[in-house]
């Protein structure tokens, strides 16, 4: 993997279509945009890009609140994938213990916990490649209905899917779903070979097609040039619709994986993709999501500032570090910021209040 070269406008490939700018300047929802348009946002001096991208935020969002979430790993390790970052593929020798599928009654106690701790998002993620029409995808299925139950966006993170099994989860009571691009469709096979770009695409269109919300963003610090990171914008700007979750992740380097070594990327880095995806992806919720455990509360403030309005709350992420509850509560404290209502969009639910967590 080599360092990222400097900001540049050497494009890999140039768009098949072109959109005027001034035509679409007061459509905020475009899905049309170009590589050379994203580009354009995304190289723009940083002051003036943050300012844009606050400025777009307050027009769509309550700049004070943030969507706080909860990440459970439900079944951990052992999976056939080979994601150079995941310590999870049974492939490497990392330090992840392998676990069957939890218990049902397991996973409710923990979404209870993260419920009084103030979240109102409760994410599930299976180390599968896929999900198989079994007795552990009917565990899954009760558990979306179990938090469901208890008034919590339920969102999971299971692999690929087919319609039916989209549908499936639908009915149980699934909010959204996750399934990241990871990256840009030319870098992506330096990354992943176990799976195409193709699949990924088209898991989010069944979740999609099932009138589930979808969740779909990247990491960065890979390896990838500015370039991957400007085109999985576009591919995820560019969907029939837009994600209504965004997820951001800067690699956190696991030892065993082939990115082991990989440096952190800077804060100012972490800011240029997520004002570009708040500017190009204006409703969606941009998670500020893994490495935000080596942010300092000033760097994590910028991050909001250019757009991002979603965490994950607690002291892990699936298998890596994040910040503890103690820390979080304190960063809500210090930036006056507030916990967002879960289903807020739909149903106008005044905001938990982030004080229940415990000391």
Not at 241 to 269: C, D, F, K, M, Y
Not at 340 to 353: D, L
Request: contains cysteine; glycine residues 6%.
């Amino acid at each position: 993997m080599t360092n990222l070269p400097t900001l540049d406008k050497a494009y890999v490939r140039q768009p098949t279509h072109h959109a005027s700018p001034i035509t679409h300047r007061s459509n905020p929802m475009r899905t049309d945009w170009t590589r050379d348009e994203i580009a354009d946002i995304y190289n723009s001096p940083v002051l003036d890009l943050i300012y844009r991208a606050a400025t777009v935020h307050r027009q769509h969002h309550d700049p004070q609140e943030v969507q706080v979430c909860t990440l459970l790993s439900v079944k951990t390790g052992g999976c056939p994938e080979d994601c150079a970052y995941c310590p999870q593929a049974a492939r490497y020798h990392t330090n992840v213990k392998t676990h069957k599928l939890l218990e049902v009654g397991e996973v409710l106690e923990a979404a209870s916990r993260a419920q009084a701790s103030g979240s109102s998002r409760f994410c599930m993620g299976a180390a599968w490649r896929e999900v198989r029409d079994n007795r552990d995808f009917d565990k899954v299925l009760d558990m979306v209905r179990g938090v469901n139950a208890m008034g919590m966006e339920v969102c999971c993170t299971l692999g690929m899917l087919t319609d039916s099994q989209a549908q499936k989860l639908k009915e149980a009571g699934l909010y959204a779903y996750n399934h990241n691009l990871d990256t840009s469709e030319e870098f992506y096979g330096d990354i992943i070979t176990t799976r195409t770009y193709d699949d990924r695409l088209d898991t989010l269109g069944h979740v999609r097609d099932a009138g589930i919300s979808v969740c779909s963003g990247g990491i960065i610090g890979m390896g990838e040039s500015h370039n991957d990171r400007i085109g999985m914008l576009l591919t995820l700007a560019t969907l029939p619709e837009h994600p209504e979750s965004v997820p951001v992740n800067a690699l956190v380097p696991v030892e065993g994986t082939p990115l082991e070594e990989q440096e952190r990327v800077s804060v100012w880095e972490m800011v240029r993709m997520i004002a570009t995806a708040r500017i190009t992806m204006p409703n969606a919720m941009v998670r500020l999501s893994a490495g935000r455990v080596r942010m300092t509360t000033e760097e994590q403030a910028l991050c909001f500032l250019a757009g991002a309005n979603s965490i994950f709350a607690g002291d892990k992420l699936l298998t890596t570090p994040n910040p503890d509850v103690d820390a979080d509560q304190q960063l809500f404290q210090t930036l006056n910021i507030k916990p967002r209502a879960a289903f807020k969009n739909e149903q106008g639910q005044a905001a938990v209040k982030f004080e229940q967590i415990p000391v």
